[in-house]
């Protein structure tokens, strides 16, 4: 399918207010501004030499996230990961386009009791990931269509250091309407105990195990060929799509803690 | 699976292609300095006691390859440093196929051709488990290992080209395949493992670790890999065949470390499967390194605390692949076998290790013995 056509069939396939305003105009992606360093993180972070190098900024006043801004969460954790990841993305219209920011964040800037699993490294799927402290300062990359419906690049700076280095320069999104089931906030994940092959090996589960289902509109991330297999994040982005839920945001959390569990699911998002 | 192509006319296929390697020859020497120093580093650091079975071999610009080691012959469950075996296998499988391919020249179709192949391959490869005892039903565990366990899974693996200018066809890893390999070695996916371990079957996984001096299977010491790493829920998830281990009774997936570090040292030296195939296999596991880092033994710090790895400024792992998996205790092992260079100086050393539990020295035991057995042996100061 050509690059118009999917372009096309996305928005068909959307078939939001939101998605047909967008295709009003074209605008060719704006020049990046000045980044205003800090300007996103939490005001109580204190300055930490660990955190992420490129520092986090907004393009210009008019791009705050206003009312009807959606929020989706990739949670990337685990004894197999370095550190752990979060990508809070955010999609609002401006000027009738799309816009879509992720804050990429690494684990590790406070330290919490009771985040891992005994005798393994990395962070589980506990719930007290969730603690804001844990989490340095956001890398914020913007992203914006500069031609087709849902074709995004981005207009910030992308990181080159630390976990949050792979982000991709150019996305695209199609989405459609979904159903989803959803846990509640800060369900815990909890491994089998032994090998999938032991006696007495329970499939690993959640608790709380009850789900909401909800309405959502999902939102398949596709990479440019050229980009696709070469960063583990991108990668991550593009094989979890975004789930835009009206009322309550949601989030894919996902542990890969080898053969311990290797698992994820949807949650809710915490309340700020 | 094989089961699953479509039959072809009964006849007798006169073949001759072998269906399995021959033994590598051993590329072990020893060296009394490089034993020596592994022996002063254990002392000097976790001792003798130390649970760990550890090997390490010198890649040595002369070509020579000793090799030193600490409980090397002892098997133990590996986790999932053992997805290696399955990546070799796959490798080994492709050697074979093709030259059935080419034996069968014209006489095969583009699309009878795996058919065939299967047809050839597969009685040999039961032929094969049916010497290994551990593929024998055992009360309370399993029955059998059933043909669709065994045999290859040619159609998946297997994409079927034109073998211009060459008569006939031949065959190329499919897309789909070469995606499971690479998400089973560089981020560990179990379900990937999965089907890359279903691409070769057990049979033939096995067959060619036992064939290719990997794995005495008599014994069932070396590398064995009868275990898929899915979920209990996974669809098609194969049944498991077990061998005993020092560590965790019977598993599934185990090895020692003489061999694993052996079949690394075959791949770096261009002769496991052959020059091509171990220059693939490598990048696989370079891939691991470069995608996503995933290496336990040079982890210096995580969440502001030191944990005890090889400091990068002194050495570089460039290939690797790691584990970590519960015993039936409970308690979580580790393990890990890489391909690492000593920067100062340009060495390369192959180190496989494995049965690490954590304390709150983290890598450090296994950092030290390794940076301690590294520079005795190149008369740097410890």
Known sequence: ???????????????????????????????????????????????????????????DSGEVPGPGARTFRHLLVGALMRAPIRLTWTEWTHDAHTRLRV????????????????GLVGVALTGKENDESYWFPPVVVDYREPGAIHDLVAVSPLPTQHGCSGLPAKLRLTCKPDRVAVLGVGAALIAGGTKPDDPGHRPATWRPSTRKTVDAER??????????????????VAGQPLLWVADHPIEWAFENSDVVVQAGAYRFMPTP | MGGDLPAVPDRVLALKTPPFPDKY?????????LDDSLSKAIDAGPGKSWRVAFAIVALDPDGKRPMA?????????????????????AFELRKVVKAVAKELGAAATQKDLLPQIARYLNPLVMAKAGTMSAFKAVNGEHGDLLKANACPQYANVFDVVSASPDPGFTVKF??????????????SSNNDAAETIHGSGYGYLNGALASAGLLDGSSFTGIWLAGDYADPGYVNKYPYFRVDSVNDQRVAQATSVIQF???????????????????????YLHRAVTYKHEVWIDRTVADGVPQGGLDASEFSVTHNKLGVGPLKTGASVYSEASILRHNETGRRFVVAWQN?????????????????????YLGLTP
């Not at chain 1, 105009?25 to 360093?37: G, L, R």
């Not at chain 1, 939102?219 to 991550?236: K, R």
């Not at chain 2, 002892?74 to 296998?89: C, N, Q, R, T």
């Open chain 2, 261 to 283: 570090a052996k079949m690394y040292t075959l791949m770096t030296d261009s002769k496991l499967v052959d020059a091509a195939s171990s220059t693939e296999m490598l990048e």
């Open chain 2, 25 to 33: 020859a051993d590329p072990f020497g020893t060296d009394k300095k």
């Open chain 2, 69 to 89: 080691q600490f409980r090397g012959n002892e098997e133990h469950y590996g986790a999932s440093m053992i997805k290696v075996a399955a990546l070799y296998s």
């Open chain 1, 219 to 236: 939102c398949e991330v596709t990479l440019p060929e050229s980009s696709a297999g070469s960063s583990f994040l991108a990668d991550a």
């Open chain 1, 103 to 118: 804050a990429c964040q690494e684990g590790g800037h406070a330290k919490i009791a009771g985040l891992g699993r005994p």
């Open chain 1, 1 to 59: 399918m050509s690059r118009a056509a999917l372009a096309l069939a996305t928005l068909v396939a959307c078939g939001s207010p939101r998605s047909e305003s967008a295709q009003k105009t074209a605008e060719p992606a704006a020049p990046i501004t000045a980044p205003s360093a800090g300007s996103n993180a939490p005001p109580s972070s204190p300055p930490d030499t660990r955190a992420p190098t490129v520092a986090a900024h907004v393009v």
């Open chain 2, 356 to 376: 690490l539990l954590l304390d709150n020295t983290i890598w450090a035991p296994v950092a030290q013995v390794i940076r301690r057995t590294i520079r005795g």
């Open chain 2, 174 to 187: 499919s897309k789909a395949f070469e995606n499971h390999m690479d998400q089973m070695i560089k981020v």
